[in-house]
Nanobody
Framework: EVQLQASGGGLVQAGGSLRLSCAAS????????IGWFRQAPGKEREGVSC????????DYADSVKGRSTISSDNAKNTVYLQMNSLKPEDTAVYYC?????????????????WGQGTQVTVSS
């Protein structure tokens, strides 16, 4: 059974940092693409960043580019999202998702498996 466990959210002041973790189990981690998505109240879920665990290729939404870094520790079956210089508009529930693919995309419809969310709140 594929399971994704997102953690690391919290309350932080604007300008602060958080590191989100997505721990995966139940599948061959090296063959998957992992994505981070977020959903703010009243808004659609949007892609934040994604990584191919097979070749390490990454992509970022323009809104977080330059402020965030996604990485993968294949030995621990975990993907991290380091977010710096956080802004109030980054406030949302953050989800990680997985799909058996070597190509990582920022499209929600591309992903088969989703974890529960972790809340990120950035105060001004």
């Amino acid at each position: 059974e594929v399971q994704l466990q997102a953690s690391g959210g919290g309350l932080v002041q604007a300008g602060g940092s958080l590191r989100l973790s997505c721990a995966a189990s139940g599948f061959t981690f090296d063959d998957y693409a992992i994505g981070w998505f977020r959903q703010a109240p009243g808004k659609e879920r949007e892609g934040v960043s994604c990584i191919s665990t097979s070749d390490g290729s990454t992509d970022y939404a323009d809104s977080v580019k330059g402020r965030s870094t996604i990485s993968s520790d294949n030995a621990k079956n975990t993907v991290y999202l380091q977010m710096n210089s956080l802004k109030p508009e980054d406030t949302a529930v953050y989800y990680c998702a997985a799909v058996p693919s070597s190509v990582a995309l920022l499209t929600t419809s591309a992903y088969d498996y989703w974890g529960q969310g972790t809340q990120v709140t950035v105060s001004s």
